[in-house]
Nanobody, 120 residues
Framework: VQLQASGGGLVQPGGSLRLSCAASGNIFSIGDMGWYRQAPWKQREFVARISSDSRTRYADSVKGRFTISRDDAKNTVYLQMISPKPEDTTVYYC???????????????WGQGTLVTVSS
């Protein structure tokens, strides 16, 4: 199973940016999917998560500004960033709980990270 994140780049404060993360491989089903971020010399922190029945939860720091969604037909999770702030600048990682065909449990997988820079 591989998770491929994309969509990072430079965005101005008050602008918008959408991150995508597509899962591929021998997938039977996907459970929760989420986004985390990690600045240099800091621990990875939770940003947002969405369950298989589309229940969502967010870190307080992004609530009301970021929206997580998923497209199960494409095995893809999105993070829509509205009005990002300079302090949102960092590397964003996607995560998914995936059940591989032939294996009867979900395991967590991570994407490679995509850099978001919020600057004017």
């Amino acid at each position: 199973v591989q998770l491929q994140a994309s969509g990072g780049g430079l965005v101005q404060p008050g602008g918008s940016l959408r991150l995508s993360c597509a899962a591929s491989g021998n997938i039977f089903s996907i459970g929760d999917m989420g986004w985390y971020r990690q600045a240099p010399w800091k621990q990875r922190e939770f940003v947002a998560r969405i369950s298989s029945d589309s229940r969502t939860r967010y870190a307080d720091s992004v609530k009301g500004r970021f929206t997580i969604s998923r497209d199960d037909a494409k095995n893809t999770v999105y993070l829509q960033m509205i009005s990002p702030k300079p302090e949102d600048t960092t590397v964003y990682y996607c995560n998914a709980d995936v059940r591989v065909r032939g294996i009867g449990r979900y395991e967590g997988y991570w994407g490679q990270g995509t850099l978001v820079t919020v600057s004017s």
